[in-house]
């Protein structure tokens, strides 16, 4: 094993345990996995068999933790009040599966607001939270992703994120997952140490760096502050290596996982590029 915590997302194709396969072949520490098809409201049961093999799979290749992600449908900040139930649903749902399989962490974009208005749509999220976290209780921790900002999306502001978690009944059982790349989408600048310094100190200020329990690991297409949700390879985008080695260097955040959601093509290789310049940079 590398001595970096970083892994990848990687496919759940053919069943759930076999993410564990696709994380060893990249050397992969840790993984994260969506809990079912990400573009599909309906899912197929897990059952006891499912549970078995994934807990068998993760023995045997000693990848940890494993991180989920939510589906991209659900949208707990919807004014259409169909779309906010069905949504509720279905992140009850993925939270049920989280711990029916002993995973610690789902992540999930706070939604967007379809035009009702950033506090509307924030009224909406903590509402939904509470619902969840009601229904589905401990170790399952909800980690808010912070967004680019793209449309109506909440989460772009590190206010937001700060004002979700104060209002939910239980703000110990929710933390932050923080993607590079979306935080420089929505303006917040890590390409330099002086300006890495200043966007965690604000971090800090508003949120809690003890929140931050994932790292979504991205370069950016897109220059700085133009909201838009674009990822690329580390060190090939607008971000550029030095943020990233910053990071992966950052004694802070040492244990926290940090996931790659960079380009993938038919096979590992762009995987396993990304995972190198990580550890590369990290000195390993």
């Known amino acids: 094993m ?28 840790t993984i994260q996995v969506f809990l079912k098809n990400s573009n599909q409201w309906k899912a197929k049961e897990l059952s006891d068999v499912d549970r078995a093999l994934f807990l068998e799979a993760q023995k045997r290749c000693s990848i940890g933790p494993v991180i989920a992600h939510d ?43 379809m035009g009702a208005g950033t506090a509307a749509g924030i009224r909406r999220v903590v509402r939904g939270l509470n619902r969840a976290l009601d229904r589905v209780g401990p170790p399952v921790k ?5 967004t680019a900002g793209q449309g109506t ?7 937001h994120l700060a004002e979700i978690m104060e209002r939910v009944d239980a703000p110990e059982r929710v933390a932050v997952c923080f993607d590079t790349c979306h935080a420089h989408a929505a303006g917040y600048d890590i390409r330099s140490e002086e300006e890495y310094d200043r966007t965690f100190r604000e971090f800090d200020r508003l949120v809690g760096i003890s929140r931050i329990c994932v790292f979504h690991v991205n370069d950016s297409r897109n220059d700085l502050g ?11 985008g607008m971000i550029g290596l030095e943020a990233f080695r ?9 244990h926290v996982p940090k996931i790659i959601e960079t380009p993938k093509g038919t096979g590992i290789e762009e995987d396993l590029m990304n995972l190198s310049t990580l550890r590369s940079l990290a000195g390993l």
Do not use: K, W
């Open 2 to 29: 590398n001595g970096l915590l970083a892994g990848a997302h990687v496919s759940i194709a053919g069943g759930i345990h076999l993410a564990f396969e696709r994380g060893v072949r990249l050397d992969c520490r």
């Open 71 to 113: 589906s991209y449908l659900i949208n707990l900040a919807s004014p259409d009040r169909q779309l906010r139930a069905r949504s509720l649903a279905a992140f009850i749902g993925e939270m049920e599966r989280a711990a029916f399989l002993g995973i610690p962490c789902l992540v999930m974009h706070p939604g967007a607001h």
């Open 142 to 146: 909800i980690l808010l992703e912070n």
């Open 153 to 159: 999306c909440l989460g772009f502001r590190f206010e």
């Open 226 to 236: 133009r909201r838009v949700d674009r990822h690329t390879h580390i060190g090939q």
């Open 246 to 254: 910053l990071l992966v260097n950052d004694r802070r955040f040492a």
